[in-house]
């Protein structure tokens, strides 16, 4: 069969259907539950007795058993099958949403929240990958943009659907209306999403460096977020040395778990991750740091402040499609720096907040912000799986999604040891509301400098060769 007429097959554009709609439906829920949950965290704290501590791991127990198993779980689906994997993925998320549901303290809300993080790792770890696997090389960008744009639906109807369902069945509901989401995708790929992609299929799994990439990201990732602190310091230190041993690892493995000649030899793949890292290191922040402003210095209400921030997701989703259109098209380098450059210029106009500052500036800067990331994100996520090999597919999908979570570690531990620096201890009173805004200001002052940094890295990554489309 030709490729115009494999194209058109009925049973391959049926898979093709079947792959983007449960990798989409993947793609809305993690953000979803992350956006949705943060609405729900008074109701939560107060049922369960919780500190502001233990709120903060409901959270950060998924990103970091996320992070942790990202790589070594994209390796796992390059060699057993993709498809596996994500289905295998879904049903963890599944048990471990209907669990958080169920939970009866909240110790055991923060483990589902971790078992949930190891599901999402399973998940965005190989949903990147099924759909490069699936789609031709001309449509990625499109599929790309959509996934994207899916992501970001998630991130706007979290506040919104979240206070909905808080407000009228309580915070339990959220997780099970996850759990509905998630099972319908899962039922979706089993029943649907037939064949399997394994191109590495054969080849060994690197235990040793899978155990030292794990050990190595949580403790810099913690670490990192318990700065200036000493014990934050030893656990950054000791993160950077269990991964200088896993480079040092990987250059001698017979079947690594990373290739680290995919970062030394593709400039694509190298810089295209670096720049990933840095947008997200300077973004995450920016919903948490500006819902504070808008409820403390501006007397926003939680959901007309959440009304406001929507302006940034909702660009997001309407940008993200298009950008990954027109990277099939042109250069992504081009399209990605330029939304780099548009994102750095925005956290520069909220550097200078004031008590003050006008709705209409807010809203502009966020959607410039929104706009900025939608440029950015598909087509350099469309650089990155279009610079490796088939058989990298998986790495090279879970490799993105370490940069985003590392990114997003690193946004939070940058805010929280400002936030220490300037605030110590003390709650936000109104006396201290001067210094409270300085200190939401040099985040977004630091963030701006990074992602302008960020434009040189995303530039610095070349042209794709001549007559290759990503």
Known sequence: MSDAAAYHDPRQASLRRTALI????????????????NVAMPS?????????????WVATAFMLLAAMCLVPLGRIADLVGRKRVFAAGLGVHTAATVLAALAPSGAVLIAARG?????GAMIFGTAI??????????????????????????LSLGPVLGGFFVRGWGWRSIFWATALVSLAALVLVLLKLKGEWAEARGEGFDWAGSALFGSGLVSLMYGFSRLPSRPGLVLTVAGLAALAAFARVETRARSPILDLRLFGANRIFLFSNLAALVNYSSTWAVGFLLSLYLQYIKGLPP??????????????????????????????????????????????LFGFLRPGTP????????????????????????????????????????????????????????????FSLFLGRNPIIPELYPVFLAAVRTPFIFYAALCAAGVFASLARGTRPAGVRT
């Open 44 to 56: 939560i704290g107060k049922e369960f007795s919780m500190s502001a501590v233990a709120l903060g």
């Open 115 to 119: 078992l949930q993080g190891i599901g």
């Open 303 to 348: 959901q007309q402040a959440g009304l406001v921030l929507m302006a940034q997701p909702v660009m997001m989703a309407l940008s993200s499609p298009f950008a990954g259109r027109l990277s099939d098209r042109s250069e992504p380098r081009t399209i990605a720096s330029l939304g780099m450059g548009l994102t750095a210029a925005s956290l520069l």
């Open 359 to 418: 709705f209409p500036i807010i809203v502009g800067g966020l959607a410039v912000l929104g706009l900025g990331f939608g440029l950015f994100s598909s087509p350099n996520t469309n650089a990155v799986m279009g610079s490796v090999e088939t058989r990298f597919y998986g790495v090279a999908s879970a490799t993105l999604g370490t940069m985003r979570l590392s990114g997003q570690m690193m946004s939070a531990g940058v805010m929280m040891m400002l």
């Open 129 to 154: 990958a099924l759909l490069t696997s699936v789609f031709p090389a001309g449509e990625r960008g499109r599929v790309l943009g959509l996934n994207t744009a899916a992501t970001y639906l998630g």
């Open 22 to 37: 449960s990798a989409n439906l993947a793609a809305f829920l993690t953000p979803f539950m992350s956006s949705a949950i």
